[in-house]
């Protein structure tokens, strides 16, 4: 008897010390790709390689709650809501600084620095974009990120660690040897695609966009709930020091140093006179419209500490730094009236048609009003003066309306009923905010639509990429996914950039995708709200025939993990008329259509989630065989969704938390029962 058990202690140590090994290198791994990505911006692997480690951690975590460590890059997520910020009082405090409107305001800046430090000493000048974002301060001691707080009134800010831990660019643990008190100082902001992205989910689940990206970014940084910051992707330039910043000679000597340490520093340039100076603000001003972020405008520190201190400050701007500010991207207008655009997932967007209008040095005419309810809740009206606000490349928006200088001739807006594009009815389900055209063969989705069809989740058509979709679809050689299937090599031939070898390898990899399952063909149609994960789970139970037939919402919501926006966006897309002769074009094209066979939708487990766990008497894959030949799905984690988990002997932590949530439990004994009831 003592021979069969020692083995398997012995096993199970090792299994052990593999798994915190190779947690502690998915760790070093994820930290390593963070740092090459977000800091350096050089990173070495593709987001999904990246996705790849960083769930393979997260499920190891969660298999091994014992092994996780508060410095995991996973417990950057968020903790638990807080009641209410902290106060902080800042050591040294967070000035702000002087503005110069004009370039002449920096000349008379210069003669005043001059001036003050005499005739013996020369400044050297560092420029700086400022960045419009949210002004933080993060304080590491002995090299760990101990404390992160808000600026506020500039001597007390709110005590923001947990939301703060959750900014990737923002390390837990410094590099090299820095001090040990070091407080670096930045502004934490949004680039200017991840603003339109958010908006745009802002929109979707029905609630307001910002205005702008420091009004996203300062809205995440002073969210109560860190869990909500870290899903806002913010990102950090940090600019100074305030507590060990006397320990750097120079300005540039401590945003190297702050680079050193593994922190995103500005970047900054030297220079020995104004008028190099006026040159920098002159490009950057050039250059405003074509970075991924925000700035509102330059600023010009002295360099040297010595004449830092020597300067000092005034109220509360220092007297050796200045800001040279842009003109602003606001402006006020006439809304002379308001069009409805398609956009390319079939979203009705209002569109403002504006009296031209000098933004930024930008002629603008039109601006997005967003969503019906935009409109509505900020009271806009057709005719009226409003304020409209632009940020770098994004859409302009319209802000607000000037109630005051209304006339009385303004007018009330209402969203269509049918699409401006294709005619047909459009539908804005409960609780969206987005009003859509449904219709897939609506000229104005059909390109995302193929797009989509191609890509490597769903059909994917090797060589058929964004760009050549594109190509495609303007040439008028493809103007829906049925289409793509009766591209010959003949017609691409001729295009540029193909060759008889080019275009008949893309043909065959079109050809190639019509082995790609039912569930996948289902997931590359586009419908609204259904996922890989959905459209398996669809696949498995129908197939193509009983889908055109019309399955009612009811019975598509009796599949498990199917709800009840996903049911009805699925029958709606299949009451379409267009919709269904397209699915029956990809038929006779010989796409699959066939119920997904992988799992059987009958059997004792039909629909049900098991997971295994502990020692058991034969090898897991035998118990994962049955379980799908009986219809059920393995899955590794217990959740409220598991239906039964099967314990053997030395079950652990999955085995209590099966008990934690009712979840049933079976024994060997109990599973063979339930199997039993299989039919022959
Ligand atoms: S230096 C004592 N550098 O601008 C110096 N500020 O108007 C204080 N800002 O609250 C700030 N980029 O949030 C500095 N490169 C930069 C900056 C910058 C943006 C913001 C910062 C500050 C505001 C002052």
Known sequence: MGTGIRPRIIRIVAEEMDIRGRIEDLRELVRYHNRRYHIEDLPEISDAEYDALYSELESLETEHPEL???????QRVGGDPLEQFEQVRHAVPMLSLANARKIEDLREWDARVRRLLGEDETPRYVTERKIDGLAISLRYENGRLARGATRGNGTVGEEVTANLRTVRSIPEKLDDDPPEVLEPR????MTLAEFEKLNRRQEEAGKPPFANPRNAAAGSIRQLDSKITARRPLTVYLYGIGEGGDLYESHSGALDALKSYGLRANRYRLHDDIESVIEECEKAAGERESLPYQIDGVVVKVDSRDQQRALGSVAKAPRWAIAYKFEPLAGRTRLNDIIVNVGRTGALTPQAVLEPVNVGGVMISRATLHNEDYIK???ILIGDEVVIERAGDVIPQVIKPIAEARTGAEREFTMPTEC???GEPVSRPEGEAVTRCVNARCPAQALEHIIHWAQKSAMDIDGLGEKLATRLFDLGLIKDVADVYELAAEQLVPLEGFGEKSAENLIQSIQNSKQQPFSRVLYALGIRHVGSVT??????????????CGVPAEQLAEIKGVGAVVAHAVAEYFDLEDNRALVGRLMQLGLDFEREAGRPSEGPLAGKRVVITGTLSQPRSYYVER???AGGAF????????D???AGEEAGSKLEKARELGVSVLDEAGFEELLSQLPA
């Open 68 to 74: 996780v460590t508060p410095d995991s890059p996973t």
């Open 186 to 189: 930045g502004e934490v902001y």
């Open 377 to 379: 809740e900020n009271g």
């Open 420 to 422: 401006p594009v294709c």
């Open 535 to 548: 459209a398996q789970l669809i696949g498995e139970r129908f197939g193509g025939e009983d889908l055109l």
């Open 627 to 629: 379980v799908e030949a």
């Open 635 to 642: 899955t590794s984690s217990v959740s409220k969704n598991t």
């Open 644 to 646: 039964y988990v099967l």
